[in-house]
């Protein structure tokens, strides 16, 4: 039977524990743009209710979040208008900086993948608890698109030049190595996940409002450090040769001169990766990356929603769609464009100064609300998060 609405995300209360469980698992827990709202107004609800002291973000099923609902995004947009789909970044992105700036204790339970969009609603969680299962990936730029949800912020601040590492290959982390660079704070294993969740809501029935080290020390009662020996961690030095180049092209070459020089699987990898990839989507990355190292997680996200709607209004180029086309729709994998060429523009030398100026800075044109679900209260904080940005002629 297919899930309403109403139950794509589950709530629980345990006296002052309040619990989000997505509920999607036979879409892999794809955010939908109904998920993304009930998020948020539940998110800002127990926020605001003082007898709530611990959040829990938690999914059914084997994975926690595959990103977003692209697919039935991609459907939406073919029938009606390319701001449907500049509407779901903005929802989305709001409650990403909602959940960054959270003034409660979250604990996001990351048991299985956690890829693009999944990233963007755990990432800023207090605690974020990963186990063996867990997969981390943001492979935006294999289908038309770039690393959002707040990725050139966060990413930004891994050691050295992992994020761009990460960012510009898709690039698939375990558990242990998440806990190795940060992206999560404790290795737990899913067998006892019950029982911390458990010990969890004993500690804040018994406490009242134990402080986040408390909570701490709950947690890592149950948490144990696995870094394998191929940890992408034992190879940052080469990583950090390759990905420091001030250009793709530069990233693209250093990693083939390593191919010359060391065999191994990972440099493989990432120049194939790099060669499939969309270029506009990796010059947009490296470019907000490096700008987001001296940003805020505001600036950030304002920059990449820009961005994303000028990809989504296909005034430039129309990778996103047919990335998604490929990827997510027909699943043939082969994104074509212009002259059957697999992205346009396919090569980094076709991308001008303007183009790339055209997608950061400028925003597409003033959106229409094509949907009206918003609350007041998304209202004020959707103008509260952009109300900097200066719309521009379409023409």
Same mark, same amino acid.
């Given at each position: 039977m297919?899930?309403t609405n109403?139950?794509?995300i589950i709530s629980e209360e345990v006296l002052g ?6 509920n999607r698992?036979k879409?892999?827990?794809t ?9 948020y107004?539940?998110?800002?609800a127990y926020e605001?209710?003082p007898?709530v002291k611990l ?7 084997k ?5 977003g ?6 459907t939406?947009i073919?029938l009606g208008h390319w ?8 929802k989305?992105?709001?409650l990403d900086y909602l959940?960054a700036?959270y003034?409660?204790p979250?604990l996001?339970?990351?048991d299985g993948?956690?890829i693009g969009?999944?990233?963007g609603?755990?990432?800023?969680s207090?605690?974020?608890?990963v186990?063996e ?8 730029v294999?289908i038309g698109a770039?690393?959002d ?11 050295g ?8 290959t ?5 558990g242990a190595?998440?806990?190795?660079f940060?992206l999560?704070?404790?290795f737990?294993?899913s067998?006892?996940l ?7 809501e004993?500690?804040v029935a018994?406490?009242?409002s134990p ?16 870094v394998k020996?191929d940890s992408?961690?034992?190879r940052l030095?080469?990583i /950090?040769?390759?990905? %420091?180049? =001030?250009?793709?092209e530069?990233?693209? *070459?250093? #990693? ?8 191994e699987k990972?440099?493989i990898?990432?120049i194939?990766?790099?060669k499939s990839?969309?270029?506009?989507g990796?010059?947009i990355?490296l ?5 987001g190292?001296?940003? /805020?997680?505001?600036? %950030?996200? =304002?920059?990449?929603?820009i961005?994303i *709607?000028n #990809?989504?209004a296909?005034?430039i180029s129309?990778?996103?769609y ?10 043939d994998k082969k994104?074509?464009r212009?002259?059957?060429k697999?992205?346009?523009p ?13 997608c950061l800075?400028n925003?597409?044109q003033? #959106?229409e609300e ?7 209260s998304?209202v ?5 998060l952009?109300g900097n940005?200066k719309?521009i002629s379409?023409?």
């Amino acid at each position: 039977m297919a899930l309403t609405n109403a139950n794509q995300i589950i709530s629980e209360e345990v006296l002052g524990v309040r619990k989000m469980i997505l509920n999607r698992p036979k879409q892999l827990n794809t955010l939908s743009y109904e998920m993304l709202r009930s998020m948020y107004e539940k998110s800002r609800a127990y926020e605001d209710d003082p007898t709530v002291k611990l959040v829990i973000l938690k999914a059914n099923g084997k994975v926690f979040c595959c990103g977003g609902d692209l697919a039935s995004g991609y459907t939406y947009i073919q029938l009606g208008h390319w701001s449907f789909g500049a509407t779901y970044y903005r929802k989305e992105f709001c409650l990403d900086y909602l959940l960054a700036t959270y003034k409660k204790p979250l604990l996001a339970i990351l048991d299985g993948s956690v890829i693009g969009g999944g990233v963007g609603i755990s990432i800023h969680s207090t605690f974020r608890v990963v186990t063996e299962n867990t997969i981390f990936a943001m492979p935006e730029v294999l289908i038309g698109a770039f690393p959002d949800v707040g990725a050139s912020y966060f990413l930004s601040r891994l050691p050295g030049f992992f994020g761009e590492y990460v960012g510009l290959t898709g690039a698939r982390l375990n558990g242990a190595e998440m806990l190795v660079f940060g992206l999560g704070t404790h290795f737990v294993p899913s067998k006892n996940l019950k029982s911390l969740e458990d010990a969890l809501e004993k500690t804040v029935a018994s406490f009242g409002s134990p402080s986040v080290a408390t909570m701490s020390m709950i947690i890592n009662k149950f948490a144990q450090v696995q870094v394998k020996s191929d940890s992408a961690y034992l190879r940052l030095d080469m990583i /950090n040769q390759c990905f %420091c180049g =001030e250009s793709c092209e530069e990233i693209l *070459s250093s #990693l083939e001169h390593l191919a010359t020089q060391v065999q191994e699987k990972w440099v493989i990898d990432a120049i194939t990766s790099m060669k499939s990839a969309n270029p506009l989507g990796l010059k947009i990355f490296l470019k907000t990356i490096r700008e987001g190292r001296s940003k /805020n997680i505001e600036q %950030c996200l =304002e920059t990449e929603y820009i961005a994303i *709607s000028n #990809l989504i209004a296909g005034k430039i180029s129309k990778n996103y769609y047919e990335g998604a086309r490929a990827m997510l729709i027909d699943k043939d994998k082969k994104p074509k464009r212009m002259l059957q060429k697999k992205w346009w523009p396919s090569v980094f030398l076709d991308l001008s100064p303007r183009m790339m100026i055209g997608c950061l800075y400028n925003f597409p044109q003033k #959106l229409e609300e094509p949907m009206s679900v918003h609350q007041n209260s998304d209202v004020y904080q959707e103008r509260f998060l952009f109300g900097n940005l200066k719309p521009i002629s379409s023409n």
